[in-house]
């Protein structure tokens, strides 16, 4: 069966800090990854997605970058850290199959001070 | 344009049955997703309808899609205090060869608050 995982589960970082936060997938090959930001408890936005190694899309201008150096392995960074990236980070992956189902991981809370 | 758009709130009665809305604009979308997420967690897919199909029940969940309208509704029959979450719509498209964009767009949530 599949899993994903994200790590790490809560994280508290000061203004100008770096950021990495990291999703992996077991269970599948060649999945499409996805990171979502959620800000206040409520509508995710769709930050990058990912269909192969080394393959980025990023949806929205921000101080984010992501990167996928292994098929199941996804990355989210920052060089530094603003207020407004506090929110809740979700990774999801697919088979970018017709049923484009999205299965999301636990989630990353990350507060900027 | 790709909006999906959500009431934000919705109060009920154990044992009554809930009804969330969503409309949608753009009218390629070919599959229709309703994803729960409870607190301090994932998002967890409920189910979905293709877009040539009027209705799909699965359960104690009932599907309705208006595409004439570009609207689509979960109902929950017999809420319990345990469906109390947030509940997103979202939209995906496919090209011609039925290959997924890739994409989800979501609606903002509707918060289902179940009291006893």
């Known amino acids: 069966s599949q899993t994903i995982h994200q790590w790490p589960a809560t994280l508290v970082q000061p203004v100008g800090s770096p950021l990495s936060l990291e999703c992996t997938v077991e269970g599948t090959s060649n999945p499409n990854l996805y990171w979502y930001r959620q800000a206040a408890g409520r509508g995710l936005q769709l930050l990058f997605y990912s269909v192969g190694i080394g393959q980025i899309s990023s949806e929205v201008p921000q101080n984010l970058s992501a990167s996928r150096p292994q098929d199941r392995q996804f990355i989210l960074s920052s060089k530094k850290l603003l207020l407004s990236d506090s929110g809740f980070y979700l990774c999801?992956?697919?088979?970018?199959?017709?049923?484009?189902?999205?299965?999301f991981g636990p989630g990353t809370r990350l507060t900027v001070l | 344009g790709e909006d999906v758009e959500q009431s934000l709130f919705l109060s009920v009665r154990e044992g009554d049955s809930s009804v969330i809305n969503c409309t949608y604009t753009d009218s390629s979308s070919t599959y229709l997703y309703w994803y729960k997420q409870e607190p301090g967690a994932g998002l967890q897919l409920l189910t979905y309808?293709?877009?040539?199909?009027d209705m799909k029940q699965d359960q104690r969940l009932t599907v309705l899609l208006n595409k004439k309208d570009k609207h689509l509704s979960l109902r929950i029959a017999d809420t319990q205090t345990g469906d109390s979450a947030i509940y997103f719509c979202a939209e995906s498209r496919t090209n011609a060869g039925g290959t997924s964009y890739g994409k989800l767009t979501f609606g903002q949530g509707t918060i289902l608050t179940v009291h006893p």
């Open positions: 309808i293709f877009s040539n199909m």
């Open positions: 999801a992956w697919s088979l970018g199959l017709a049923v484009n189902e999205q299965f």
